[in-house]
């Protein structure tokens, strides 16, 4: 087999089609415009149609197949109606990626129940119907891959992240269950957890005097991540290079989970 064809087979999306929630946020965008520019068809799915309508026409543009579908994952009457138009436009849906959040920093003693619903209701329940609705029709075909959005946060919690980081480590539980429960239908489940990305959201605190330095400290790279940087393992876990990878949650963080030097030392170098 020719080296171009091999890889192809590997990591080749050209027959797949992709649900992507949360698709024309910073995240959503990188991954879904990767996922296309790797052969995949990609439903963008979110809450401002005109947002995925003009992401749907940078990838066409791009010479990729996509398209936009009205989703608000915290408003349970627009789950199974997106699922239903996505899986009768393309007669199947292969892969999901979970990418819709939300988040409000905030001390633990001040929280209240509107701001805990807005987060869990987003990150967490959303994120389940979602999954339980694809992954019916994933069932029906007894194959599917489907990749949750983590966080640093569903490890290494970050002050005035708490119902943000319950959320994220719930969905991190989750697809262990989902991998548990849905192995035997050929369904995979796995999570990419993102570190410090630097996105439009994020642009302020890297922005920051004084928590861009504690940040950067924090990274072994000593600098955020950019969208753009997670796409390799979103294509790895859509393909079938991803064959017997399931149940896992993928920390793509620059080195920022896995220690640290708090002091100067001697070398010879
Ligand atoms: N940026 C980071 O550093 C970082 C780090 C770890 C995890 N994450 C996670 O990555 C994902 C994407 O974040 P981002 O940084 O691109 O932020 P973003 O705000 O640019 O994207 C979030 C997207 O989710 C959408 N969304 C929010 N509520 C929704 C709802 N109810 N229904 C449908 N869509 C909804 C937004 O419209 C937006 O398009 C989130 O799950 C976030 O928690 C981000």
Redesign the pocket.
């Known amino acids: 087999m020719e080296q171009k064809t091999y890889l192809q087979s590997l990591f080749g999306l050209d027959v797949k089609t992709i649900l992507v ?8 965008a990188a991954i879904s415009k990767g996922l296309a520019m790797a052969g995949a068809e990609v439903a963008l ?4 149609l005109a ?1 995925c309508q003009a992401l749907e026409a940078e990838i066409q543009a791009a010479g990729g197949k996509a398209s936009s579908h009205y ?5 349970m009457d627009t789950i199974q109606p997106c699922v239903d138009e996505v899986a009768q436009q393309y007669g199947k849906i292969d892969v999901l990626f979970n ?5 409000k920093r905030e001390g633990l003693l001040d929280v209240e129940e509107a701001d805990y619903d807005r987060i869990m ?3 967490m329940k ?1 994120l389940y119907f979602v999954t339980q609705a694809v992954a019916r029709k994933m069932y029906e075909r007894k194959s599917g891959s489907i990749v949750n ?5 569903d490890e290494g919690m970050l002050g005035g992240c708490s119902v ?1 980081g319950a959320a ?1 480590s719930g969905v991190v539980a989750f697809t262990r269950s989902l991998a548990v429960e849905l192995a035997q239908y050929g369904i995979r489940a796995n999570a990419i ?10 642009q302020v605190t890297w922005d920051h005097p004084t928590r861009a330095p504690w940040l950067r400290e924090r990274i072994a790279m000593k600098r ?2 950019y ?1 753009e940087e997670l796409v390799g393992m979103a294509i790895l876990l859509a393909s079938d290079a991803s064959a017997y990878m399931t149940g896992q949650a993928y920390h793509i963080d620059g080195g920022c989970l896995c220690g640290g030097a708090p002091w100067e030392y001697d070398t010879k170098y």
């Open positions: 929630t949360g698709a024309a946020g910073g995240i959503g799915c979110g809450r401002t947002k989703l608000d994952v915290a408003r990418v819709a959040g939300v988040n209701d987003t990150n959303g959005i983590g966080s640093h946060n943000y994220k957890s993102p570190g410090h990305i630097l996105t439009e959201l994020t955020p991540g969208p």
